[in-house]
């Protein structure tokens, strides 16, 4: 060994050559000092020379390795470029060095191609050296990728250096990727190689280049789980690559084709995706020579198409050919023509099999462009409307006018009519479509309604009246499609002639106060209500329908309420509809002083249209509402009046001035706990935790009211005498107790324990337990961000954890209403928070199959199915519990919960056959009963189960896990 001068750096670096990681830590501290200029490069240099010169292989690949270590710690701006031209020349050296320090030479590299004042020439030097005496793939792993990673760096920010190295860089890099296996190097390289074949002229090596790549495709890789990369990431990453240049065509198309007449589907598809997104690089120049080649291999993927996959994606690259061939007119006529060509004869007949693929391929190539369509419409019009003038069958009558609509959208589409292109100009499709809708099959009409709504801003003045004549006629009609579409007809029309559908409004659908008949006047309302989501129109009709809310018939008044509750429920009418009912109808007046009772069905209705409009208010005019509207609620009002202003409330800002007395609280206690009807206690209850949920925890009126109604449902509870009305404070409480936890008060886990322990309440355990589940409720529309309410995001999360956590406090007869409460929160809880607390779940689920409810053990099956599809290791080790049951369960009296078992132990046949096969053969002979059953969809859902056991431990199924 050479001799040692003692040294600081020297005695530093001795010290950590024992020990990997301590001479990374070390080094990382001296690129610290250099950096902060308490040492000098020059100077660690210097101490490092003996170790870098060592006769000692070890020893020296130490050395360099401490000395790339540094430099990958500096800054990418420290160094000048007379420090690097010298460090580049000692890397450039030692590449020719042994083998074992190659690794330690190449993250020296890495770290100095990073660096921004790299001399110009310096890339080159690197390069040349790392071609001339690095075999890359005789490297291991790491080292293959850090050289890839010095190639990816140089062309991203040397380009035009490395071009001074003509064909020899292109041929060194070939040279380097040649050959590499590893999926994550792959990817690595599939996202480099595309900007560098497009930056570097690869000139005679094009060839040799393109081979290169294409070796891999398609990608045939099949993951150990270790790599993190899919087969289809690395076709995804290598499809860029095999068209990145026009200059690839000559090369890529033939790929394609041969690949295209592969048996292997995923080769196909791959094929496919390439082709797409192939043509448009290559140009009609790179393709036109194979075109005929190209047609006759994706045909037989189109027509008939039995793959669906496979038939969409050679749609999709025949209309990337066209769109791109579309530049050269000839070609693309000729190729449009071949397409016709071959498909002409099954166009003939509406019967053949081959007729609606057919139709499927010619839509697509009308879409492309105006052009192509005009070619497909010249033979596909005549073809259509001859056979609708000859054919008898509605059937067939259906599908060439469906077909018909088709092509009239698409030229719309584009822009124009059948009518304007010359050769169809004896054509009159409005016509046709006019008389054909006094058809007397609702199917037909509907069709035809559709296609002239389609052209609707091609009908002329004519063709229009003759149209709205129809409308009238059809729109009483009771087949809900056919009134649909003359509704949205109106509709679309009423968008551009206002003025013709407002005149027809004024003569066909006035309301009339003596018409007699409901259903006249119910018609015309919902024709009203149509074209009320155009402004013109609805600032006319609006105030006519709400003026029929108040109506003597119910009926009449039932049917304007939900108009209006559509209208303010839409969100994409183009203008402010609650804005203009508000003020300008007055809707929160009127709507207040409707005669309701509480079983009224218009109650729901008026509640959530006031609800609705008082939201889009601002501040301002929502404080109005309660300066106009608070008496009624503090007073001693009907009930309906009260649950109206309540339900007005709820979407109420927080900065609204809502001043709660003893007047409102005993009010609120009394409809809560007393009301005879089960709706009003529950919007009392909803009104009183959205409010609660407002207003801030420090706030006086906050304690007050919570306190107040903490006590009386504490007084309620321990009374022990009126079942309803100890049930209604259980009711209030879970709203109390919902306001607290989604505003994430701190008071939550005293709620939340006071809550639970009503579980343990011997006459209303249950009650809690099936009303539990309000506590997470997605479908809840009160407590809500929309009603400017606090919600927590993990509020839901917090109360499955708590419940979860009283497990052992539950035994004997409040034990089933602990797990009823349990299983009605699992439809909201996040699977992902499920797989958290399988453990403590799996058993509460076991016990729970056990059950004599019928509604635990399908809410239990529900979630159990969802479970079962993760392959979760712990339903393989409980299976001895569950594969029982489920077979019980399999003969339940229960439909449903049959049906449910069966799909549970169909899905236990994912899991390895080594866990399940040991119940084959008792699955097999219990489950001959079910398929015996009464009921189809327990026999079918037996066959299923039955059939996938069968097959347990079969070629291809799974062994181990």
Known sequence: MASLTSSVFKERFLDAFEENEVLNVTCQEIASEIQSGHAKLHAVVEELKPFVTEKDVTMREKGISALSTILSHLSKDFLNEAELRFITSFYCDKLRDHYSIISAVLRGILAIVQMDHLPKNSPEHLLRGLFENVQCQSQLLSERKNIYFILATLVEKRTEDLKAMGPDFIYGVITTIDGERDPRNLMLLFSILPHFMKQFSLGHLTEEMFEVIACYFPVDFNPSGTEGVTRDDLAEKLAPCLCAIPEFAEFCMPLIIDKLFSNLRVAKLDSLSLLHRGVKIFGVNGIKNHLTELWSVLRKEIVPGGDSELKNASLKAVTSVIDVISSNIKVCENFIDHIITDVNSSLYDVQLSLFKPSVELLECVAMVNKESCIQVLKIIVPLCVGQYSTKTSITDKIILIKTLNNFVKIASDHGFTIKDVPELAWTDIPNLYLNELSTKNMELQSKILLGLKIQKAYLNEAHRILFYDKICDLIGINYN??????????????????????????????????????????????????????????????????LQTNITNTDISFTALTCLHRLVATENINYDVQYYLYNECNIIEKLTTLNINPTDQRLDLVLNICRLIVRSLTLEEQQNVVNKYFPILSDKNSEVDAALIMNIFIPLRQNVDLAINTNLLQNLYNLALNSQHSNIRLITCKFIAVILNKINDNNECFQRALSYFKEIINNNLNLNTNIKIMQAAASLQIWLTKAIITKGSSDVEIFLNELTNVLKHDQIGQHIAQEYKILTNRHEDSLVEENFCNIKIFYKQRVFEHLIKKNSEFRNTSRQNYLSAVVQLLEEIPLKLLFMYLTKLVPLLIESLSLDNEQIILLTLTTLNLLLETKHSIFSDKIQSFVPRLLKLSTYKM?????????????????????INIYKQDVLEKLLIPIDDRKRLVRKAAVNARSRWFLVGAPGTMKEQ
């Open 895 to 915: 439909m449903r919960i049959r049906i449910a078992a069966l799909e549970c132990l169909t899905n236990y046949c994912n899991y390895p056959t080594i866990v």
């Open 481 to 546: 499609e056919v009134k649909i579409l003359c509704h949205s007809s109106l509709l679309s029309f009423a968008t551009l002639y206002p003025h013709e559908i407002s005149t027809l409004i004024k003569e066909k659908f006035q309301l009339n106060a003596d018409e007699k008949k409901t259903e006249i006047q119910t018609c015309k309302l919902e024709v009203l209500a149509t074209v009320a989501k155009t402004y013109k129109l609805g600032i006319e009709v609006l105030p006519q329908i709400v």
